[in-house]
Structures are given as C-alpha cells and as structure tokens.
C-alpha cells in the first residue's frame, strides 16, 4: 500500500477488503517514484508481568515528517490494514514479530508515528483488553488511542529507492497500569521504534536455567542503565533479543526471589549472531534471602518509577521497575539484599565466571520520572527502608 491523501487511501483500502484482501496491508498498485522509498513496519513486545493476554487491534499508523504536527496539520499519511489487526503482545516475545506491512511514501525523516487502535464496543472479543494471570479478560482503557492515536516520537530515514524496515517494540509490563481495586487498567504506552538494517545480526541468544523459564524472569540488553529490548525465556530456557541495534550492551537477568546477574561487554554485529551460552552452560540465579520491601508514592500518578543498581567499576543497570497505581499513586519493589553477580562477556565460553559483587549488596538508587523530569533517592535495602515519597510540580 501506498502513502495516499486520505480520502484516496480509505477508498482503496476499502476495495482491497471488498475484494476479500486480508492477511497484511495490500497494495493499491501504484508505483513508487523517484524519490519514494518504503517503509515496513512490524510490531515486537517485551515482557507483560502479571497477564496471560495483552490485547490491542490496530486500524492503521499515521506518520509524519514534523514531531509537533497536530491531528488535522498537513503532512500526514496514513496506513490504513485492510481490516483492524487483534494482536496478542504477549505472543510476540523471542524474537517474535508481527507484520504490520510495507508501503510507499516520500523519502526523507519522520519523527512523529501515530498508532490507531480500535474501540472497545459490545461485541466479543473485546478489541483492547488484559487478562491477569488466572483471571478473566478485562476491557484495556485507552484514552485518545481512537482519535489521535498513540503518539510516537521517533526518527525514521527513509531513503529513496530502499526499504526502511522498522520493527514497533511494546513494553506490555511497562504500559498497563492497574487503577486501585476497580479492578479497571490504563494504557499507558512505553514503545520504541527500532530500526532493522540487516537480518543476518542484531540478534542476543542465550540460555538461563530451566528452572528459571517462566514470566517472573525478564532478560534484558541495557546501555547505561536504560532496557533497549527485553524478553522473557522460552520454556527450555532458551532467550532470544530481537531486534537490537548494533552496539555494545550489558545483559541483565533479573527473576523473582533471586539475586541479579549482569554480563558486561555484549557485542552486537549485523552480520551475525551474539551467543551468550549454550544449553549446556545456562545462566543461574541463586536464591535471593532475604528480599526488602520497598514501597512509597509518587505524585502525580502519571510518574514511573525504577530501581537502579550501580556495580563496582560500572555499569549501572536497572534491577526493577515499578507500576504506579494510576488511583492511588503507590508503588512497591521486593529488592534483593544479596551481592548482585557480575561477569565480562567472553565469546564461546566454557565456563561462565560470574562472581558476586559484594560492594554493591543492597544498595540501590530509586528513580522517579515525570514529563522528562527526574529524581533520584539512594537506598540501602540491608536495613528497612522507610516510605518513599516523591512529588513533582
């Protein structure tokens, strides 16, 4: 499908699903031109803590070349799908992507996306939903996803006469926010748009423990304490981080109940694989006893918050981010008291030498963040740890 004025653009997409076009976005069969390249999308998720299904259905993404164009401003196109697309974030983890499709549009920058969702109306299954773990599916509230869309800001080069692939990568655990005991949750998007310039690389493989292959553990690649992609192992054991831009990159193995794992130094190419283990030599955890509570409020309720562990000599990596209740504005960690283990990536290993890093047990830096202000509160978890408060203007 192409870029089209919209009127042009509905009209043909409204010919393709007559026609009985599905499957993906379809084409209109016009040409690109000279100075047109195209743009594929797919879409990725990272873990969802605490759900069996995160639902959203997509009717199309609007993008556009200036990141503060209004709704009704010139410059936009849109990709209209043939029919609205139900995805399950949860399924699209390990590497797992989601084809949006591809289209045609005008060379050059675009740093404003806009993804619109359908709207949750009588009819089953709901278009926008979450099911708890054990619990029953629940309609996902999400405000402006039906008109405006979800803004994204971005920074996509097309260039002319080549395919820009870009891959939309969720955050499920980071974007649903319970509302109290309504029993009622917020969408709350935490989204990047990653670009994909090979197939061959940018790719993270490994493999933890078995016994650690369940939701509670999260495996994430971070560059200065910032996740760029994260996942949850597959039942063997087996991780795969896909995609990630090339660079180099600490690898942070955090479950439940256990201490933290930090693997510093992790290349990724473009022309191959990184492999961090093999079955045979799996990333464990020890148990973490005991664990300190940590919890507090933030104002307004909009705020994140994280904890972020500093290891001797570096780096420092995020060890835990907490949902704020979008009612009552209540956070709460379980942060392990045990030494954190830390080891330097070594490529095709036969051992892996992590070892525990004794000055940085229980010492923690809690960090809450509202419209792109921050504020940081050391904390050592070796003794109880008092209410956190934290307020914004």
């Not at 990630?244 to 190419?269: E, K, N």
Request: hydrophobic share 45%; aromatic share 6%.
């Amino acid at each position: 499908m192409n870029f089209l004025p919209k009127a042009a653009l509905l009209a043909a997409a409204l010919s393709a699903w007559i026609a009985g076009c599905g499957g993906g976005i379809e084409g209109t069969g016009a040409a690109p031109g000279p100075t047109d390249g195209t743009m594929r999308l797919s879409i990725t998720d990272a873990p969802a803590c605490g759900y069996d299904a995160v639902n959203l259905t997509i009717e199309k993404v609007r993008v556009n070349q200036s990141a503060g164009a209004a709704d009704a401003d010139a410059g936009w196109y849109e990709v209209v799908l043939p029919a609205p697309k139900r995805v399950d974030l949860l399924t699209l983890t390990n590497g797992v992507l989601e084809e949006l499709g591809q289209t045609a549009l005008p060379a050059g920058k675009y740093t404003q996306m806009r993804l619109i969702l359908a709207a949750n109306g009588g009819a089953t299954p709901l278009a926008n939903s979450v099911k708890p773990i054990g619990g029953v599916e629940t309609a996902l509230t999400t405000p402006s996803a039906q008109q405006s869309g979800l803004k994204l800001n971005v920074d996509l080069d097309v260039a002319p006469d080549q395919i820009a692939d870009f891959v939309i990568d969720f955050d499920a655990c980071k974007s649903v926010v319970k509302r109290g005991n309504s029993g009622q949750y917020n969408l709350k998007p935490v989204v990047a748009v990653i670009p994909v310039v090979s197939a061959a690389g940018l790719r993270v493989v490994g493999f933890v423990d078995p016994l650690l292959a369940n939701s509670a553990t999260t495996v994430s690649v971070q560059q200065g304490g910032v996740p760029v992609k994260a996942t949850v192992p597959e039942p063997t054991g087996r991780f795969v981080l896909y995609p990630v831009p090339a660079g180099a990159y600490d690898l942070v193995v955090t479950a439940a109940g256990r201490v933290t794992a930090v693997m510093t130094g992790v290349p990724v190419t473009t022309t191959a694989f990184t492999n961090i283990n093999s079955a045979a030599l799996p990333i464990t955890l020890p148990a973490a006893a005991p664990l300190r509570a940590v919890a507090g409020t933030v104002t307004p309720a909009t705020a994140t918050v994280r904890a972020l562990q500093v290891l001797s000599g570096g780096p420092t990596v995020e060890v835990a981010w907490g949902a704020v209740d979008a009612d009552t504005s209540a956070f709460a960690f379980n942060l392990p008291v045990q030494a954190p283990l830390k080891a330097a990536y070594v490529a095709n290993p036969v051992a892996l030498n992590f070892a525990a890093d004794a000055a940085a047990a229980g010492k923690y830096t809690l960090q809450a963040t509202s419209n792109g202000a921050s504020k940081s509160l050391a904390i050592d978890t070796t003794a109880v740890v008092p209410p956190v408060v934290f307020t914004f203007p």
